[in-house]
Every structure is written in C-alpha cells, then in structure tokens.
C-alpha cells in the first residue's frame, strides 16, 4: 500500500532550485523535520505551511496536493 502523499514541498523547492538545507535554515527547523515534510512522511500544521510559502514566495495551495 502506498503512502498517501499531501504535499508538493519537495517538487516546489525543485521548481525554486532550493534545498531542504536552505528552508531549514530559512524557518528555523532542522533538516531532519523538513526532509519529512519533503517525503510526506510527516505534514505540517497550517501555520508552518503558511510561513513555508511566505518564504518560498509561493500561494499556500502550491504546496498542497489538490484533486485526489
């Protein structure tokens, strides 16, 4: 069974040629924690997703899978 997939993170910070490394860094979080945002292994909450796309210069809903 795979694993249901919520976010677009990982393809996003692709698409902006940024790294996991560089969004740690810019929201204060360790690798670890967005590396599990990036393989939708863990999600996160509505804030965070929030300030994720302030920082990535992108609308909320970029992030998120939409249509399944």
Known sequence: M???KWNRLKLVLVE?????????????KSETTVS???????QPSVP???????VLGVEVG???ITGK
Do not use: G
Request: proline share 0%; with cysteine.
């Open 2 to 4: 795979s694993k249901k």
């Open 16 to 28: 902006n040629d940024k790294s996991n490394k560089w969004l740690a860094e810019k929201m204060q």
């Open 36 to 42: 599990n945002w990036c393989t939708n292994s863990r």
């Open 48 to 54: 965070t997703l929030i300030q994720m796309a302030d």
């Open 62 to 64: 970029t992030l998120l």
